[in-house]
């Protein structure tokens, strides 16, 4: 395929199980990137980990994780160590949203799973490889946050404030890896058709289907092609930030919706 640079290339991607860490896999996999997957269910990531192969990917391997707990995170680190010495891309994408409450109504169980999954989750991660990537000058950390930590929303406050640490950890490591060779960015999207709302409304089909109401959300197709592009600059060159939302999204509050 194109000239990306990827090829051989082993890149970590958290979340691979579905939407954008899926679509990411695939994409990364058919410019002939070397994959290693982490997310919970383990039968999407054998079966994600297959189609990377039959795309082209000269490697593709998965384990289960879970980045809320941090013997996952160290029992995935020592499994890669024992398959691969260097690692080139680090893509912090495993995350999401529990509930969407005020407030005032809020659970300290989602409100925990939030902070763990997009937060604690990303320290983890880059604890755990950043002595690895520092091998590879070049090397690049890539984490996913969301329009969510640049503009907060009612009924959102525990997801913002989460995306807006995420934010924070990237700026700061920004500084952290200066001199390394090592690089980190941010990728900032907003709306996208994903299983992200089923996951926020716990299953609930009909107030999922509303988020995407009338509107020409981003895909994870989209989202994968922006890691592609980012992961694909030469070592000079660092994405510090990307924002990306579908046309019709032009602010979080100021979305058009089409009535049929
Ligand atoms: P999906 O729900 O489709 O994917 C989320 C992924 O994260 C799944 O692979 C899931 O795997 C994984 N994940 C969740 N919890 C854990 C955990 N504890 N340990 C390991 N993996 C976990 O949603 P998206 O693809 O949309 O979300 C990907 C990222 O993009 C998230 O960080 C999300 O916050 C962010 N985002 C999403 C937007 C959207 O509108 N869709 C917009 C902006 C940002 P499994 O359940 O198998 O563990
Ligand atoms: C997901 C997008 O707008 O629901 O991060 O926060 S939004």
Redesign the pocket.
């Known amino acids: 395929m194109s000239n990306s640079n990827l090829k051989n290339k082993w890149v970590i991607i958290?979340?691979?199980?579905?939407?954008?860490?899926?679509a990411a896999a695939r994409l990364f996999a058919a410019h002939g990137a070397r994959l290693i997957l982490?997310?919970?269910?383990e039968d999407?990531?054998k079966n994600v980990t297959e189609a990377c192969i039959k795309a082209g990917a000269p490697a593709a391997i998965f384990h289960r994780?879970?980045?809320?707990?941090k013997a996952?995170v160290d029992a995935f680190s020592a499994w890669v160590a024992g398959r691969t010495p260097t690692v080139d891309f680090l893509i912090n994408?495993?995350?999401?949203?529990h509930g969407m409450e005020p407030v005032e109504l809020g659970r300290d169980e989602d409100w925990e799973a939030m902070l763990?999954?997009?937060v604690m989750?990303v320290l983890r991660m880059c604890r755990a490889f950043i002595p690895v990537l520092k091998k590879t000058p070049g090397s690049m950390i890539i984490n996913?946050?969301?329009?969510?930590a640049r503009v907060p929303y009612a009924n959102g406050a525990a997801?913002c404030a989460a995306?807006a640490g995420e934010l924070a950890i990237t700026k700061a490591l920004r500084l952290e890896l200066n001199g390394t060779g090592v690089r980190v960015g941010t990728i900032?999207?907003?709306?996208?058709?994903?299983?992200?709302?089923?996951?926020r409304f716990k299953g609930d089909a009909e107030k999922s289907a509303k988020v995407y109401a009338g509107v020409e959300?981003?895909t994870?197709e989209d989202?994968a092609e922006a890691m592609l592009w980012v992961a694909s600059r030469p070592p000079h060159v660092n994405i510090d930030e990307i924002v990306m939302k579908c046309t019709d999204q032009a602010e979080i509050y100021k979305t058009h919706r089409r009535s049929n």
Request: hydrophobic share 40%; proline share 4%.
């Open positions: 958290t979340g691979a199980s579905s939407g954008f860490g899926e982490g997310a919970r269910r999407r990531l994780l879970d980045v809320s707990q996952s994408n495993a995350g999401g949203a763990q999954i997009n989750s996913i946050g969301s329009i969510a997801y995306k900032d999207p907003g709306m996208a058709e994903t299983e992200f709302s089923m996951v959300p981003l994870a989202v």
